[in-house]
């Protein structure tokens, strides 16, 4: 088989960032997806009804008037977020869900939540609305090993808000662990999970043996491959729950090769390609439609989309830097060799 086409693919959480990062960042997310969930971890974050039009207009800005693509937006939110706010935004028309980030698990996450328990209330409102909750699953506690942050988080919050809100709509976004895996597959049809490129392709070997590899740096951090191996068998299985959410994130090379160095991967420059070489690797190209285009639409209850793309079987090497902004950055899989191309 040297040729295959699917329905045109959605990527449920990405990030764009804002001014210049955009000229990057739109058209590749363009290249190969019909609708992206924009990831609204700005910085100041996008908190408003008001600051989603703002930003929402920034990126289509950069959008072909032929194109058919779709940013949808969503609100971050923090300890200060109001009832108001939600049904604001949501009477506009303006948000496809809202973001929860602990304060301080990831990049520009200060203003996240700190007390779970404050949001009652928004929690409340966005199950009668029917608005989804995506969650950055992790607990910031110091205590925690940055290993078992996610499973931490299950046990701690994820159970309980489930209990609480039976019928809120819940994605749990870059699902990296088994009982991640688990906790989606065992509940009910009100939570599904996103799955990334580099948590199927890659585990903490690749970032940590022979050298650190900083490139391979996000978090959820990768994880065992026991963990790796329950991801791919989730997205590869069929199964509803698991859809695609690439979490492409732009950082410049010099932000990631730095003594501190923050957490992203890039991967919409080959994300259909990089999960086609997961999906490959694992003897399951037919279910890639699945995953990619079909069980994501569902979830959200919208209609799969009408176009197709083709891959083809055409190795190419992924280059080692992209230029981004007045730099460059390395995408991920950079100097690997790819099996399949996205047919143009
Ligand atoms: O690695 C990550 N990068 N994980 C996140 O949760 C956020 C993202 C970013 O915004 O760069
Ligand atoms: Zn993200």
Redesign the pocket.
């Known amino acids: 088989m040297d040729r295959i086409s699917i329905i045109k693919p959605d990527d449920w959480h990405v990030?764009l960032r804002d001014k210049d990062a955009l000229e990057t960042t739109v058209p590749a997310a363009i290249r190969c997806f019909e609708r992206c969930i924009i990831?609204p971890?700005l910085s100041p974050p996008v908190t408003s009804a008001e600051l989603i039009k703002r930003y929402r207009d920034s990126i289509l800005k950069y959008k072909p008037s032929n194109s058919k693509w779709t940013p949808l937006m969503v609100m971050y939110l923090t300890d200060h977020t109001s009832i108001k706010c939600i049904r604001t935004a949501f009477d506009q028309g303006l948000i496809f869900g809202c973001k929860y980030?602990p304060a301080g698990?990831?990049?520009?996450?200060a203003s996240g939540v700190t007390n779970l328990n404050g949001l009652d209330a928004v929690f409340n409102v966005m199950q009668e609305l029917g608005i989804t909750l995506q969650i950055?699953g992790e607990v910031t506690d110091s205590s925690v090993d940055i290993f078992d942050r996610e499973k931490i988080f299950i046990d701690r919050h994820l159970t309980q808000i489930k209990h609480r809100f039976p019928e809120l709509k819940i994605v749990f976004?870059?699902v990296t662990t088994k009982q991640g895996v688990e906790f989606v597959r065992d509940s009910d049809k009100y939570i599904a999970a996103t799955i990334t490129p580099q948590h199927l392709l890659f585990n903490r070997n690749d970032m940590l043996v022979g050298g650190i590899r900083p490139h391979l740096?996000?978090?959820?951090i990768l994880k065992r491959d026991l963990h790796q191996n329950a991801l791919i068998k989730a997205a590869t299985s069929g199964e509803k729950k698991f859809f695609l959410g690439t979490?492409s994130?732009p950082?410049s090379r010099e932000d990631k090769e730095n003594i501190c160095g923050?957490?992203?991967?890039f991967s919409h420059h080959a994300a259909i390609e990089l999960y086609a070489e997961a999906f490959e690797r694992a003897g399951a190209l037919h279910r890639l439609e699945q995953f990619a285009s079909k069980n994501g639409a569902e979830f959200y209850g919208l209609k799969t989309n009408s176009e197709f793309i083709s891959l083809l079987r055409d190795p190419w090497r992924v280059p080692d830097q992209i230029d981004y902004r007045d730099s460059y950055l390395v995408p991920l899989g950079a100097g690997l060799t790819l099996n399949w191309r996205l047919e143009t």
């Open positions: 990030h990831m971890n980030y698990a990831t990049t520009n996450s950055h976004e870059h740096f996000c978090l959820p979490d994130a950082h923050c957490a992203g991967c």
